[in-house]
């Protein structure tokens, strides 16, 4: 047998073996390394991985760290060098990071092997011992998280205290916001002083924040770890020092079910309040000219946005008419919550002079509302007043008896004394203005007379602005925005008005339209503003809006080929 080719097949494998093992010898290392194998529950642990080969930072998998340690910081740093020996060049690269975990509990816990590539790390044991518990002058940092209920129910606010308390030679104190998983969080408060402890003086600051949950079950207040540097001293390279850290407990709130009451809507507060105010002088009030009323509702412990709207009939009745302007709503942060108000106004027109000695009755406002504190329901009101129409106005009578008959006759007498004086000052008003229209009167025709002998003629302006307002008003109908629908009809409306109602209410301006499904078009898109109503239709009140449009431009064609020379108020194209 011939042994020759054996020989060569095993000369040419020797070289492929030699590159197998070089390049064995050249594979990469994947090390992982801590400062110390035994800490405590408030203390901070370095983990240090170290990869020397040239990959990106985020090829580090930490989601296995979560179990057992919380991850306060990561840093990588790349690392490059070139050297030169022997005529020939050598590149080294390697990725460093420095890892700041803090244990979750007692025990042996296990940093896991981390794996890049196919390179993999050691695990590492660390021994947890718990930590120094109570409120010891001792303990470096230290924090509380407490509340002002114990069980609370959905929509309620439960306003979270959170304490933080350190020694005086610990600075950047730093630490996370409050999140509450199924419910909303407001900041209300910050507080910074320093206390005397056992002795010892101590920053302290406080953290206020009220958490309103959305649904009935648990209320988990999390753990809040916050982190500060014992007798850090700072440089070019931040600030040096021991870390130390301290951990509140979780709490969790029982969240019972919201109980329910027949006709109202779910509103839980601490204290709930309906106040009144009208504008104008009620005493000149006639039939037609309307009336300013305000009703504020003022509430403690709950968010404006969430306050219902009180009880009443959205138009009035037969001997008024209501006209409700958009609700304002403020929400104001104090140390113990919120201070929330929905301030509701509504203009009166009276309709007509009632037969019953003309009064008209205004109802009872009312709203019902979840106490917490006494835990039933109560309801705020505001008393049904009455509102006497006469021939030289209206006026709101007071809800108080008389005293004697002398005293009756009294005010008749005065009250006489007082519409005599009235009609005589009105009476010299009266003429006063009559005098100043004859001479405005007077100043147009000589204005005219000047303008016809002009050789060129000036035609009157068209209003530029409906069709820009018409515009913005079709934009927000398409966007099926209703807030923005609202405003943009008020600007609409006010550009194909007489002047004199350029600046009127959207109540006034519907007045005006004299167009009933206008009227309850807007009115219903009103009441889905305030929530107090169902969806509305936008298609059917991009139609109601249309038509109204054309007639308006039928009726101006109409009355300019009646008058000759004017021009309509806008083009009748869309």
Same mark, same amino acid.
């Given at each position: 047998?011939?042994?020759?080719?054996?020989?060569?097949?095993?000369?040419?494998?020797?070289?492929?073996?030699?590159?197998?093992?070089?390049?064995?010898?050249?594979?990469?290392?994947?090390?992982?390394?801590?400062?110390?194998?035994?800490?405590?529950?408030?203390?901070?642990?370095?983990?240090?991985?170290?990869?020397?080969?040239?990959?990106?930072?985020?090829?580090?998998?930490?989601?296995?760290?979560?179990?057992?340690?919380?991850?306060?910081?990561?840093?990588?740093?790349?690392?490059?060098?070139?050297? $030169?020996?022997?005529?020939?060049?050598?590149?080294?690269?390697? *990725?460093?990071?420095?890892?700041?975990?803090?244990?979750?509990?007692?025990?042996?816990?296990?940093?896991?092997?981390?794996?890049?590539?196919?390179?993999?790390?050691?695990?590492?044991?660390?021994?947890?011992?718990?930590?120094?518990?109570?409120?010891?002058? %001792?303990?470096?940092?230290?924090?509380? *998280?407490?509340? =002002?209920?114990?069980?609370?129910?959905?929509?309620?606010?439960?306003?979270?205290?959170?304490?933080?308390?350190?020694?005086?030679?610990? %600075?950047?104190?730093? @630490?996370?916001?409050?999140?509450?998983?199924?419910?909303?969080?407001?900041? #209300?408060?910050?507080?910074?002083?320093?206390?005397?402890?056992? @002795?010892?003086?101590?920053?302290?600051?406080?953290?206020?924040?009220?958490?309103?949950?959305?649904?009935?079950?648990?209320?988990?207040?999390?753990?809040?770890?916050?982190?500060?540097?014992?007798?850090?001293?700072?440089? +070019?390279?931040?600030?040096?020092?021991?870390?130390?850290?301290?951990?509140?407990?979780?709490?969790?709130?029982?969240?019972?079910?919201?109980?329910?009451?027949?006709? %109202?809507?779910?509103?839980?507060?601490?204290?709930?309040?309906?106040?009144?105010?009208?504008? @104008?002088?009620?005493?000149?009030?006639?039939?037609?000219?309307?009336?300013?009323?305000?009703?504020?509702?003022?509430?403690? @412990?709950?968010?404006?946005?969430?306050?219902?709207?009180?009880?009443?009939?959205?138009?009035?009745?037969?001997?008024?008419?209501?006209?409700?302007?958009?609700?304002?709503?403020?929400?104001?942060?104090?140390?113990?919550?919120?201070?929330?108000?929905?301030?509701?106004?509504?203009?009166?027109?009276?309709?007509?002079?009632?037969?019953?000695?003309?009064?008209?009755?205004?109802?009872?406002? %009312?709203?019902?509302?979840?106490?917490?504190?006494?835990?039933?329901?109560?309801?705020? !009101?505001?008393?049904?007043?009455?509102?006497?129409?006469?021939?030289?106005?209206? $006026? +709101?009578?007071?809800?108080?008896?008389?005293?004697?008959?002398?005293?009756?006759?009294?005010?008749?007498?005065?009250?006489?004394?007082?519409?005599?004086?009235?009609?005589?000052?009105?009476?010299?008003?009266?003429?006063?203005?009559?005098?100043?229209?004859?001479?405005?009167?007077?100043?147009?025709?000589?204005?005219?007379?000047?303008?016809?002998?002009?050789?060129?003629?000036?035609?009157?302006?068209?209003?530029?602005?409906?069709?820009?307002?018409?515009?913005?008003?079709?934009?927000?109908?398409?966007?099926?925005?209703?807030?923005?629908?609202?405003?943009?009809? +008020?600007?609409?409306?006010?550009? +194909?008005? !007489?002047?004199?109602?350029?600046?009127?209410?959207?109540?006034?301006?519907?007045?005006?339209?004299?167009?009933?499904?206008?009227?309850?078009?807007?009115?219903? #898109?009103?009441?889905?503003?305030?929530?107090?109503?169902?969806?509305?239709?936008?298609?059917?009140?991009?139609?109601? $809006?249309?038509?109204?449009? =054309?007639?308006?431009?039928?009726? =101006?064609?109409?009355?300019?080929?009646?008058?000759?020379?004017?021009?309509?108020?806008?083009?009748?194209?869309?």
């Amino acid at each position: 047998m011939n042994s020759a080719p054996y020989k060569i097949k095993r000369l040419l494998l020797l070289p492929l073996l030699v590159s197998t093992i070089w390049t064995s010898a050249q594979a990469a290392t994947l090390t992982a390394t801590v400062n110390r194998n035994q800490v405590t529950t408030n203390e901070t642990l370095q983990l240090k991985v170290s990869y020397d080969e040239q990959v990106s930072s985020s090829a580090l998998d930490l989601r296995a760290l979560e179990g057992d340690f919380e991850v306060l910081g990561v840093s990588p740093q790349t690392n490059s060098s070139v050297s $030169v020996v022997n005529g020939q060049t050598t590149r080294q690269s390697s *990725v460093v990071w420095n890892i700041t975990l803090v244990p979750k509990r007692q025990g042996q816990l296990t940093i896991p092997a981390f794996a890049i590539n196919n390179d993999r790390s050691q695990a590492i044991t660390i021994s947890v011992d718990n930590s120094q518990q109570g409120n010891s002058a %001792s303990l470096p940092l230290q924090v509380w *998280v407490s509340t =002002n209920y114990n069980s609370i129910y959905p929509a309620q606010q439960l306003v979270v205290e959170v304490e933080i308390s350190a020694l005086s030679n610990i %600075s950047d104190l730093n @630490g996370p916001s409050l999140i509450v998983q199924g419910a909303n969080v407001e900041a #209300l408060d910050q507080q910074s002083f320093q206390r005397i402890d056992n @002795g010892v003086a101590r920053q302290v600051v406080v953290l206020k924040y009220a958490v309103f949950a959305e649904q009935e079950g648990e209320l988990i207040i999390p753990v809040m770890t916050f982190t500060g540097v014992k007798n850090g001293r700072r440089s +070019i390279f931040g600030t040096r020092g021991e870390q130390v850290i301290a951990r509140s407990k979780q709490l969790i709130i029982p969240i019972k079910p919201a109980p329910v009451k027949a006709g %109202s809507q779910w509103f839980p507060a601490e204290a709930v309040e309906i106040r009144a105010g009208w504008s @104008g002088d009620t005493a000149q009030l006639k039939v037609g000219e309307p009336i300013t009323r305000t009703i504020t509702i003022t509430t403690r @412990g709950q968010r404006a946005e969430v306050i219902p709207p009180v009880t009443e009939s959205a138009t009035g009745s037969a001997e008024y008419k209501l006209y409700a302007d958009q609700a304002q709503l403020e929400s104001k942060a104090t140390t113990d919550g919120f201070v929330s108000t929905r301030i509701e106004s509504a203009a009166i027109v009276p309709a007509m002079v009632p037969a019953d000695g003309g009064k008209i009755i205004l109802p009872a406002l %009312s709203l019902d509302w979840w106490d917490v504190g006494a835990k039933r329901w109560k309801q705020a !009101t505001y008393p049904a007043q009455t509102l006497v129409v006469t021939s030289s106005g209206a $006026v +709101i009578e007071e809800n108080q008896a008389t005293s004697t008959e002398t005293d009756i006759v009294g005010a008749t007498d005065q009250a006489v004394a007082l519409v005599d004086d009235r009609i005589r000052l009105w009476q010299a008003i009266t003429a006063g203005l009559l005098l100043l229209c004859l001479i405005q009167f007077a100043m147009i025709l000589r204005l005219r007379k000047n303008q016809t002998s002009t050789p060129k003629r000036v035609e009157p302006l068209a209003r530029p602005s409906e069709k820009s307002a018409w515009s913005q008003l079709q934009k927000s109908l398409r966007a099926e925005d209703t807030v923005a629908i609202r405003s943009n009809l +008020i600007r609409w409306l006010r550009t +194909i008005t !007489t002047p004199t109602m350029q600046q009127a209410s959207l109540q006034a301006l519907l007045v005006e339209a004299d167009n009933p499904d206008l009227s309850a078009a807007v009115h219903g #898109l009103e009441a889905f503003l305030y929530k107090a109503g169902p969806d509305i239709d936008l298609k059917q009140m991009i139609n109601i $809006v249309d038509a109204h449009r =054309n007639q308006v431009s039928k009726n =101006n064609k109409a009355n300019n080929s009646q008058a000759g020379e004017l021009k309509p108020l806008y083009s009748a194209a869309k």
